[in-house]
């Protein structure tokens, strides 16, 4: 029981660190959760990440709360996942308080707006890191199908400006069909294989 204790309030302190120092949308904090949760304390796999990673930007809701909520119940269930939701949504909402009471003195400070766009151009270079890292395992570890999905999709998106929604929907439509596909010729494979014997 001990030990459930301080695995929960792992989760909780963890996500709630990195959500106190992630500025920038939810996918700053995905590259955080992986150094974290992947690589310091090796509680979830490589390929993982990058599953919950996709269905917490293809779910309904922001990216950081959803990957927090797939990533605490993948480690310690449901209990795991309102640790994380809970680690997560704490200092946003502790931060948005403190300044909302300060925001007129914050809105027409030409230091704090100075400050704001050298966040932003961290927060690019993260985003840009977590792109290559993770793109760099799709490559090494996936079918041709989803790099030629990632590369179409990217296109769709940035150069054809096509709605995410519809990439997504297109998306899961080739995925599903890939699938299929591999099943079908897999049994196929089978068959002949029990005719050979």
Not at 26 to 33: A, D, E
């Amino acid at each position: 029981m001990k030990k459930d204790k301080r695995l929960y309030w792992k989760l909780f302190t963890s996500t709630f660190y990195l959500s106190a120092f992630t500025f920038g949308g939810g996918f700053v904090i995905v590259p955080l959760m992986k150094k974290k949760f992947v690589d310091n304390l090796k509680w979830i796999e490589d390929e993982e990440m990058l599953n919950l990673t996709a269905i917490a930007q293809s779910s309904p809701g922001a990216v950081a709360v959803n990957a927090s909520i797939l990533l605490g119940y993948k480690i310690a269930g449901i209990l795991g996942s309102l640790c994380c939701i809970l680690g997560t949504i704490l200092p946003p909402f502790l931060i948005l308080s403190v300044i909302s009471i300060f925001y007129s003195a914050f809105k027409d400070n030409s230091t704090i707006q100075i400050l704001l766009k050298g966040f932003q151009s961290g927060v690019a270079a993260v985003i840009a890191d977590v792109v290559i890292q993770m793109g760099g395992d799709i490559i090494k570890h996936k079918s041709i199908m989803s790099i030629l999905i990632m590369a179409f999709s990217f296109i769709a998106t940035y150069f054809l400006n096509i709605n995410v929604i519809y990439v997504l929907l297109a998306s899961a439509v080739v995925g599903g069909l890939t699938f299929l596909y591999n099943i079908r010729c897999s049994t196929k494979k089978g068959n002949e294989s029990e005719a050979q014997i």
